[in-house]
Each structure stands twice: as structure tokens, then as C-alpha cells.
């Protein structure tokens, strides 16, 4: 019986994709921390004062709280993935802020907010101190801007509206952490929001393969 040796490759993707996504969809008033978010489990304060509540399928600043942000608990595959929100603020006010790599029991993430309206900053937070490490001004939030904070190894990037605007190098925080939502200094009102909430692992660098020998 004559015996062929076939080989062929077999493709091996990394598990990737969105881990957790909010429209933010509840009932005006319910606290971030008591709904429900589509995608990744629960929502998390993890850094300030409760002060995020549901507004017409967004969430607002309800109270001053300085720096305050939730996690979500859905957790990433690495520390390289992207977070990303819709932010608006009318008047240059200042609120929206998601963050990456944040851990749940130190203030320590990357985080990106808007100052003023038009000025927007990337942040590093290292045990509670803070820096900031990158800057664009240009863009106003008094019409929706989409921002992303993307994260690959100490390549640090924001984009607005799909455009890169920040890019840094910067090995403070490592570890993979969690993604997040939240508002920096004391803006209350349902002016300043964010909305349609996301965070995704990175894809692949490039595709794995392995071969297998098959006899027949």
C-alpha cells in the first residue's frame, strides 16, 4: 500500500476583538456603577468620587469629583489593545476621559481627556502621580469628536476623528490592566458627555502558522 506524505499548513489567529462596549443605553439618572453595559460585564469605580450617571443614553458628571474613572470588567487578552469613545462638551468645558491599562487597585493608566475644548492631553499615571505626556490642540469637542487611545508596547497613540494626533514612547505602565471611562476636574452638567464606548484587543502583527503531516 503505497503511502503519501502530504503537508499543509494550518493558520493559528490569536483570540482577538472587542472585549466591552456601552451605548450607555438606561434609564436617565442610573449610576454608571449600577448598569449595565452591552458588552464586558460590569462598570467599576475604581479612582474618585460616584459621579457618572446615564443622561439620555450618555453619561455625565453629576458632582465635582476632580479625577474619577470606572473600569469595566471584562479584562484584555494583552496590554496592547485600544479604547475608544465619542466626547462632547459645549462652551470648552472640560469632562470626558477614558483610560487604558488602568489598574483597579492604584491609580496607574494612560488616559486621554479633553481640556477646554480644544486643547486634548495624554496622561500617564504612575501610583497616583501624574504627567502629562503628550498634547494636541486643534480639535473643538463642541461638535462629537470619536478619540482613540491605542496601545502597542510603549507606542502610545491618540486619535481624533480617525486622525493620529499624539504619538509618544513611554514604558511607565505595562501591565494590561482594564479599560475605562470617567472625567477629570469639577464640570458638572449634561453638556459635557461621552458616549458609545469600546475597547478592542490589537490584532495580530501577522499570522501564525505551523505545519502538520498528514499520511494516507
Not at 470626558?96 to 492631553?121: F, H, Q
Not at 480617525?162 to 471611562?181: C, L, M, Q
Not at 458609545?196 to 502583527?205: E, R, V
Amino acid at each position: 500500500m503505497k503511502k503519501l506524505l502530504l503537508a499543509f499548513l494550518l493558520f493559528v489567529v490569536p483570540a482577538f476583538g472587542q472585549f466591552a462596549s456601552d451605548t450607555f443605553t438606561d434609564t436617565d439618572g442610573v449610576h454608571l456603577q449600577n448598569h449595565t453595559p452591552n458588552i464586558g460585564g460590569s462598570w467599576t469605580l475604581s479612582r474618585g468620587s460616584t459621579n457618572l450617571d446615564i443622561n439620555t443614553n450618555h453619561i455625565y458628571a453629576t458632582a465635582s469629583a476632580g479625577i474619577a474613572y470606572y473600569t469595566i470588567s471584562a479584562s484584555p487578552a494583552s496590554a496592547d489593545a485600544d479604547v475608544q469613545a465619542d466626547f462632547y462638551c459645549v462652551g470648552g468645558q472640560t469632562m470626558p476621559l477614558i483610560v487604558g491599562r488602568a489598574s483597579t487597585s492604584a491609580t496607574t493608566a494612560y488616559g486621554v481627556r479633553v481640556n477646554s475644548g480644544t486643547t486634548w492631553n495624554l496622561y500617564r499615571w504612575l501610583a497616583g502621580a501624574i504627567s502629562t505626556i503628550g498634547t494636541y490642540s486643534g480639535d473643538s469637542c463642541t461638535t462629537t469628536r470619536t478619540v482613540k487611545l491605542q496601545m502597542r508596547g510603549t507606542a502610545i497613540k491618540v486619535y481624533i476623528g480617525g486622525v493620529e494626533r499624539i504619538s509618544v514612547t513611554n514604558s511607565d505602565v505595562t501591565a494590561a490592566g482594564k479599560a475605562g471611562v470617567g472625567t477629570y476636574y469639577s464640570y458638572v452638567g449634561t453638556s459635557y458627555w461621552l458616549d458609545n464606548f469600546s475597547a478592542t484587543d490589537a490584532p495580530p502583527a501577522s499570522t501564525a502558522r505551523k505545519q502538520r503531516a498528514v499520511t494516507f
